[in-house]
């Protein structure tokens, strides 16, 4: 399973062009082939204060499967209208629960803080998205998200998705008690 990541504020318009390419290719592979995973990670507040920058993420988001923020992130862009209609949703709030979302399903998860001894947050959103990401490939839960999206039937098997958000919460722990983003 190959991943690929851009940074927004760097290549915007290089997310734009890799969606499009993804979406000519699934229209050209024949009905077996598998779909694309497209995930989004909100990343800031101050980029949804960029009227350029939220023009891309709007269109991003608009052909996205995966959307990852905070909660600050979440309200921002909802208050600027953006459709999460359709997708996956994962809220995170600090210490407060993780919030999964898609359509009319909520589910919450309890972060265990136990073990955590907090420090620096620096780059704990993207501890969090990477170990999400990471459990997702080896639970198979992109395998079965692609082979239904290609099938077109339930796409989400959300017993795995808190499986993911346990690991990616494990990760930003662990982020979180190093001064900066490290491990």
């Not at 990670?41 to 905070?70: C, M, V």
């Not at 629960?97 to 907090?118: A, E, F, R």
């Amino acid at each position: 399973t190959g991943v690929q990541t851009c940074a927004l504020p760097i290549s915007g318009n290089e997310i734009l062009k890799f969606i499009k390419e993804r979406e000519q290719k699934n229209v050209n592979n024949s009905s077996s082939s598998p779909k694309k995973l497209i995930a989004i990670n909100l990343s800031a507040t101050y980029l949804l204060q960029d009227d350029d920058t939220k023009k891309i993420l709007q269109q991003a988001i608009s052909h996205s499967d995966l959307i990852f923020g905070n909660s600050e992130e979440f309200e921002l862009a909802t208050s600027e209208g953006f459709n999460y209609k359709n997708k996956l949703i994962i809220i995170t709030n600090g210490s407060d629960p993780v919030i999964i979302k898609y359509n009319d399903y909520l589910q919450t998860i309890k972060i265990d803080l136990d073990s955590i001894i907090s420090g620096d947050t620096v780059a704990a959103g993207d501890g969090f998205v990477a170990g999400f990401l990471y459990e997702m490939i080896e639970n198979q839960l992109l395998d079965n998200f692609l082979a239904a999206k290609s099938n077109e039937k339930n796409l989400w098997d959300f017993e795995k998705v808190s499986s993911c958000v346990k690991y990616g919460n494990l990760v930003a722990g662990r982020v979180i008690q190093n001064a900066g983003a490290s491990i």
